[in-house]
T-cell receptor, first 115, second 115 residues
Framework: AQSVAQPEDQVNVAEGNPLTVKCTYS??????LFWYVQYPNRGLQFLLK??????LVKGSYGFEAEFNKSQTSFHLKKPSALVSDSALYFC?????????????FGAGTRLFVKA | EAGVTQFPSHSVIEKGQTVTLRCDPI?????LYWYRRVMGKEIKFLLH????????ESGMPNNRFLAERTGGTYSTLKVQPAELEDSGVYFC?????????????FGPGTRLTVT
């Protein structure tokens, strides 16, 4: 069955330090991978996606993510965290071969950036 | 461009009552999705419309849930009768293109509490 795991409920990092939010997935074939961010009282907002090509994808607000097929991971990264990055982050996957448009989300990871 | 809007933002109802949630997608977006997030858990897919047609309703929990999209514009999700386990945040999302590689635009969600 298709699934997404975000192993950390919360990630704490100091402002200016690099951050990583982890995501692993279980999908057969070549998945489409997404990261979304949710700020308080707002809907999910698209950050970046991997469809094909270069394994390192860059997105909004300086975020990037690396697709690793052998480890079935798609970790979200940022070289220097800002307090304003504090939010809830969701990893998501689509299986274009079997799942159509059905998107599978992880449980979310809360990022807390301390000044 | 107006984003995806949802109404109401909050709803508190008693077990056995009926509630109808509404979603207005971004104008021109043929694809509309409903999701639900139970407290602290993953966001779960409920169903997908293309215009007024249901493309995939595999995530609908049971026949107490009825989604409609008359005219291919806004959508409603009715829960009748509501049960305690229906509590959660219901998100609506839309996308323009009928391709799985496209990201979705989310509304702020409706927080449903069944007491």
């Amino acid at each position: 069955a298709q699934s997404v795991a975000q192993p950390e409920d919360q990630v704490n990092v100091a402002e200016g330090n690099p951050l990583t939010v982890k995501c692993t997935y279980s999908v057969s074939g070549n998945p489409y991978l997404f990261w979304y961010v949710q700020y308080p009282n707002r809907g999910l907002q698209f950050l970046l996606k991997y469809i094909t090509g270069d394994n390192l994808v860059k997105g909004s607000y300086g975020f990037e993510a690396e697709f690793n097929k052998s480890q079935t991971s798609f970790h979200l990264k940022k070289p220097s965290a800002l307090v304003s990055d504090s939010a809830l982050y969701f990893c998501a996957v689509r299986d274009p071969n079997t799942g159509g448009f059905k998107t599978i989300f992880g449980a979310g990871t809360r990022l807390f950036v301390k000044a | 461009e107006a984003g995806v809007t949802q109404f109401p933002s909050h709803s508190v109802i008693e077990k056995g009552q009926t509630v109808t949630l509404r979603c207005d997608p971004i104008s021109g977006h043929d694809n509309l999705y409903w999701y639900r997030r139970v407290m602290g858990k993953e966001i779960k897919f409920l169903l997908h419309f293309v215009k007024e047609s249901k493309q995939d309703e595999s995530g609908m929990p049971n026949n107490r849930f009825l989604a409609e999209r008359t005219g291919g514009t806004y959508s409603t999700l009715k829960v009748q009768p509501a049960e305690l386990e229906d509590s959660g945040v219901y998100f609506c999302a839309s996308s323009q293109e009928s391709r799985a590689s496209y990201e979705q635009y989310f509304g702020p969600g409706t927080r449903l509490t069944v007491t």
